[in-house]
Structure formats: C-alpha cells, structure tokens
T-cell receptor, first 116, second 115 residues
Framework: DAGVIQSPRHEVTEMGQEVTLRCKPISGHNSLFWYRQTMMRGLELLIYFNNNVPIDDSGMPEDRFSAKMPNASFSTLKIQPSEPRDSAVYFC??????????????FGPGTRLTVT | KQEVTQIPAALSVPEGENLVLNCSFTDSAIYNLQWFRQDPGKGLTSLLLIQSSQREQTSGRLNASLDKSSGRSTLYIAASQPGDSATYLCAVDPRKETSGSRLTFGEGTQLTVNP
C-alpha cells in the first residue's frame, strides 16, 4: 500500500481565498483523522471520522473550517475564507478502526499551508 | 484536560550512546500510549504502541515502558546512530466512550546523534 496520500504537499494562498486539502487513507482503514501542527500549539486533532461519519469535531477551530468524507477512500478539509493564522502543516492519518483493541495511526506526509 | 509533557526538549549525544526520552501525562486514565518519530518536513511514523494493560514494548533497538499509575512513559534507544536523529513524540489515547479516539501529543524531544 502507498500509505496515506495527501495533496497538495504545499499550498500558498492569499488571505480570503478558499483552500481545500485532500486525503486518501490506507485502503481498509475505517478511521480517518485531520491534525494541524504549528510551532506554537504543536499537534492538534481537528476532527476524526469512523466509517465515514464525523465522530468528534470539537477540535475544529471555527466555522471557517469544514471537513467531509464522502466515501471510505477520500476526505477533504476546507478552509473558507483562509486567514494568515491558518498557516500550518495539516496532517491526515488513518487507522484500522476504533473497534480494535489495539491500533496505530498512520500519518500522511502533510500539507504545508501558507496564507499571506 | 489531559496534558502531555516531554523532557528534554532537545538532546544531543555521540553515536553509540544509549539514551532515554521521557514522557509524562496528567490523567492516568489512558487506553494506550504511542511513540512516534518525525523527520524534518515529514509526517509522523509510528514506532511503538503500548496498551494500558502492558508494561513495555520492544522493537529492535527501541524499548518503551509505561507506568500508568504514575503517568510516565520512557523510550529507550540502544546504541544510537546518526539515522536516529529526529523529533520523537509521545501521544496518549483516552479512548473513553465520549471522546473516542483523541490522541493528545507532547511537544516532542528533538534528538541529534552525532557521528
């Protein structure tokens, strides 16, 4: 398997623009996670899905952020409108599923977002 | 609220040295603890996962221990190599019904192994 795939790897956009980050989880994994990493706040969980259903979105910073998982092999994280403080590395991770007693999260390479 | 602390923040050692990275957490009601490695500009790679019922896990030169009651975990790296240079993060999973899977990460220890 190719692992978790994220696109784009780098995104530079102007304040106010819409940004869409994409993730393809590992085939067969039932859980998908979106994280944000910054120097100030470290790694933070934004939202996670189980079987394509959002389970916990309490980490989403505000209404400008939204995430969808239309099927088991694709998820998007959208920021509209973007702001300079959204600049960060956004990671997607997947795992076999919450039901298993032991699981690991497998991370994608991340999308480095810069909002000017 | 769970807080995870990693000490030291940075560590520089000569090649071949054995070393210990520390992780502490404030709420001992965890389901498991996971150690990750992050190389500059890259994603996280899972190294070891310890379930709350376990005391330690080993993989090659790595050994992770867990003392849930005291809220501590250590990652032991034997015979360190320059290729071990990276940031090491620990994360705890509460796995409570209401929170599901919500990893809380420490800020990491940046390790440099000098040849």
């Amino acid at each position: 398997d190719a692992g978790v795939i994220q696109s784009p790897r780098h995104e530079v956009t102007e304040m106010g623009q819409e940004v869409t980050l994409r993730c393809k989880p590992i085939s067969g994994h039932n859980s998908l996670f979106w994280y944000r990493q910054t120097m100030m706040r470290g790694l933070e969980l934004l939202i996670y899905f189980n079987n394509n259903v959002p389970i916990d979105d309490s980490g989403m910073p505000e209404d400008r952020f939204s995430a969808k998982m239309p099927n088991a092999s694709f998820s998007t994280l959208k920021i509209q409108p973007s702001e300079p403080r959204d600049s960060a590395v956004y990671f997607c991770a997947s795992s076999p599923g919450l039901a298993l007693p032991s699981y690991e999260q497998y991370f994608g390479p991340g999308t480095r977002l810069t909002v000017t | 609220k769970q807080e995870v602390t990693q000490i030291p923040a940075a560590l520089s050692v000569p090649e071949g040295e054995n070393l210990v990275l520390n992780c502490s957490f404030t709420d001992s009601a965890i389901y498991n603890l996971q150690w990750f490695r992050q190389d500059p500009g890259k994603g996280l790679t899972s190294l070891l996962l310890i379930q709350s019922s376990q005391r330690e896990q080993t993989s090659g030169r790595l050994n992770a221990s867990l003392d849930k009651s005291s809220g501590r975990s250590t990652l032991y790296i034997a015979a360190s190599q320059p290729g071990d240079s990276a940031t090491y993060l620990c994360a705890v999973d509460p796995r409570k019904e209401t929170s599901g899977s919500r990893l809380t990460f420490g800020e990491g220890t940046q390790l440099t192994v000098n040849p």
